[in-house]
T-cell receptor
Framework: DAGVIQSPRHEVTEMGQEVTLRCKPI?????LFWYRQTMMRGLELLIY????????DSGMPEDRFSAKMPNASFSTLKIQPSEPRDSAVYFC????????????FGPGTRLTVT | AQSVAQPEDQVNVAEGNPLTVKCTYS??????LFWYVQYPNRGLQFLLK??????LVKGSYGFEAEFNKSQTSFHLKKPSALVSDSALYFC?????????????FGRGTQLTVWP
């Protein structure tokens, strides 16, 4: 398996623009997680899905952020409008359904909002 | 509530010396504990986990971790550090009795191994 795939790897955009980050989880995994990593705040869980259904979105910063999982092999994280403080590395991770199962992380998308 | 504490932001050790990266946790039920490593410009990689059984868990790249229930700790160890071990290390916990899938991560410890 190719692992968790994220695109794009790098995104540079201007403040106010819409940004869409994409993730393809590992086939057969039931859970999908979106994280954000910054120097100041460390690793933050934004939202996670189980069987394509959002379970906990309490980490989503504000209404400008939205996430969808239309099917088991694809998820998006959208920021509209983007702001400079959204600059961070965004990770997608997936795991099997058991509590014993580890998460597998993608390579991340480095977002820079100018 | 579930949480993880990594009391050291940075750990520095000479190559060839043993290393320890500390982790303590808080969970209401049985803890499921994980260590991850992050190299620069990469995603987190799974190193090892404790679910049940032997308190000493062995993982990738020669790392091991010891589960201590009385001290609620899960310290990461390696007998002989390599320069290539330099990276950011994260400890994470999940309540084994919970049906929810999320992990709770610590803030990470930057390990630097100098030649």
């Amino acid at each position: 398996d190719a692992g968790v795939i994220q695109s794009p790897r790098h995104e540079v955009t201007e403040m106010g623009q819409e940004v869409t980050l994409r993730c393809k989880p590992i086939s057969g995994h039931d859970y999908l997680f979106w994280y954000r990593q910054t120097m100041m705040r460390g690793l933050e869980l934004l939202i996670y899905f189980n069987n394509n259904v959002p379970i906990d979105d309490s980490g989503m910063p504000e209404d400008r952020f939205s996430a969808k999982m239309p099917n088991a092999s694809f998820s998006t994280l959208k920021i509209q409008p983007s702001e400079p403080r959204d600059s961070a590395v965004y990770f997608c991770a997936s795991s099997f359904h058991g509590a014993e199962d580890e998460q597998y992380f993608g390579p991340g998308t480095r977002l820079t909002v100018t | 509530a579930q949480s993880v504490a990594q009391p050291e932001d940075q750990v520095n050790v000479a190559e060839g010396n043993p290393l320890t990266v500390k982790c303590t946790y808080s969970v209401s039920g049985n803890p499921y504990l994980f260590w991850y490593v992050q190299y620069p410009n990469r995603g987190l990689q799974f190193l090892l986990k404790y679910i049940t059984g032997d308190n000493l868990v062995k993982g990738s790249y020669g790392f091991e971790a010891e589960f201590n229930k009385s001290q609620t700790s899960f310290h990461l160890k390696k007998p002989s550090a390599l320069v290539s071990d330099s990276a950011l290390y994260f400890c994470a916990v999940r309540d084994g009795g919970s049906t929810l899938g999320r992990l709770y991560f610590g803030r990470g410890t930057q390990l630097t191994v100098w030649p």
